[in-house]
Structures are given as structure tokens and as C-alpha cells.
């Protein structure tokens, strides 16, 4: 079955940019998306479609996907960014869903 | 408003089984596919079964296959979770979830708040 693998963590300081890697076999060949969870929420969509952000999602959240690799990028960093951060796939091959298994962003 | 609302958590014995439901308001329901997907204390997200808008997809993970079933009424705006001869590494959050398609591809733009499933003796 298809793996994701992403960082079990990331520290950055406030106003710093934040980098969270998320590997599997040709990534950049499926449609990649990013899910923000704090705790004791529910997960919130950040980043669809590779790149697009839903409405309300701010500017500072940004992704890319190519190769072997998705990233999830976050511009000056917030305290409220602090959370957990999930990528997820439809690996088609297959018909099912696979979720990385998430990083823990920790605002210094 | 989107809202998902789950029921049907609880406590349950190895080998029992559990329904779980979600009910769905302020969309049009049945042209959207949605999906379970759970979560383990202190775990990372798992997803675990979705049906497409008209209910004639569905698919599962395989760690459920053959034990879960996913149905929807789409005349009443429910989705459910029927889940037999559970184990303990069944416990969990279940999330309820909303697709942003007819079909099941997992871009979620809606959560439920989760039921809590245990299955300890």
C-alpha cells in the first residue's frame, strides 16, 4: 500500500518561515493535500490541490509538490500556527485513502 | 452552515460490534461523497472507509475490509459506520467527512466533531 512519510516534528521561531516535508513514492504525480489539527479539534483543510487554499486560509500558507516530495510552507510564523499537520492522498491504485503521519509544528 | 454531526461511540467489548451515524445539514447531501476516518490516542490520522455521493462506490482500508460497512441515506441525510467483530486497535476518534466531490477522493472540507469508539473488556 502506498506510504506517506512526514517529519514527526518541526520547531521554528516567530516570524521565521516553517518547512514540513511530506515523502511517498512519485508524490508529485498525485494530488496532494494538507490538513492543520490542534488539540482536541477536528482537522482543518489548509492547502488542496497541491497548492490552492480554501477560502479564509491566510496567504502565509503555501505548498508545493514535485518528485518524491510535498512541502507545506508557512510564512511568518504565528504562535497560533502551532499545531498538528497532516498530509494526505487518493492513491488511485488502490482506491484508498492514505494520511502521512503528521507533524507536530512547534512555535519557539 | 456545513455540520456533521456523529453519535454512537461508546464503550464495547473485543469482538462486539457498534453503528456509528452522522448526520449531515447545509449542504446538498447526496452530491457529495463522504468518508470515516479515525484517529488513536495520540495517533495520526487514519482513513477508514468512504462512499461516493450516490452510494453506488464504496471502499475501505484494509485493516477494516470484510468487518466495516459504510452505508448513507440520502433521503434523510445520514451517513453510518457498521462495524463488527471490533478490536482494540479499533479505538479511536471517528471523524465524519465531507468530500468536496461526487466522488470518493478524500479533499475534505468539512469535519464532524468525532465519536470516541473503545473496545476494551
Known amino acids: 500500500s502506498y506510504v506517506l512519510t512526514q517529519p514527526l516534528s518541526v520547531s521554528v521561531a516567530p516570524g521565521k518561515t516553517a518547512r514540513i516535508t511530506c515523502g511517498g513514492d512519485?508524490?508529485?504525480?498525485?494530488?496532494v493535500n494538507w490538513y492543520q489539527q490542534k488539540p482536541g479539534q477536528a482537522p482543518v483543510l489548509v492547502i488542496y490541490?497541491?497548492?490552492d487554499r480554501p477560502s479564509g486560509i491566510p496567504e502565509r500558507f503555501s505548498a508545493s509538490n514535485s518528485g518524491n516530495t510535498a512541502t507545506l510552507t508557512i510564512s511568518r510564523v504565528e504562535a497560533g500556527d502551532e499545531a498538528d499537520y497532516h498530509c494526505q492522498v487518493w492513491d488511485s491504485s488502490s482506491d484508498q485513502g492514505v494520511f502521512g503521519g503528521g507533524t507536530k509544528l512547534t512555535v519557539l | 452552515e456545513v455540520q456533521l454531526l456523529e453519535s454512537g461511540g461508546g464503550l464495547v467489548q473485543p469482538g462486539g460490534s457498534l453503528t456509528l451515524s452522522c448526520a449531515a445539514s447545509g449542504f446538498t447531501f447526496s452530491s457529495y461523497a463522504m468518508s470515516w476516518v479515525r484517529q488513536a490516542p495520540g495517533k495520526g490520522l487514519e482513513w477508514v472507509s468512504g462512499?461516493?455521493?450516490?452510494?453506488?462506490?464504496?471502499y475501505y482500508a484494509d485493516s477494516v475490509k470484510g468487518r466495516f460497512t459504510i452505508s448513507r441515506d440520502n433521503s434523510n441525510n445520514a451517513l453510518y459506520l457498521q462495524m463488527n467483530s471490533l478490536r482494540a486497535d479499533d479505538t479511536a476518534v471517528y471523524y465524519c467527512?465531507?468530500?468536496?466531490?461526487?466522488?470518493?477522493?478524500?479533499?475534505?472540507?468539512?469535519w464532524g466533531q468525532g465519536t470516541l469508539v473503545t473496545v476494551s473488556s
Open positions: 462512499i461516493s455521493g450516490f452510494g453506488g462506490g464504496t
Open positions: 490541490y497541491d497548492s
Open positions: 467527512a465531507k468530500d468536496d466531490s461526487l466522488m470518493v477522493v478524500l479533499r475534505v472540507d468539512s
Open positions: 512519485n508524490v508529485g504525480s498525485k494530488s
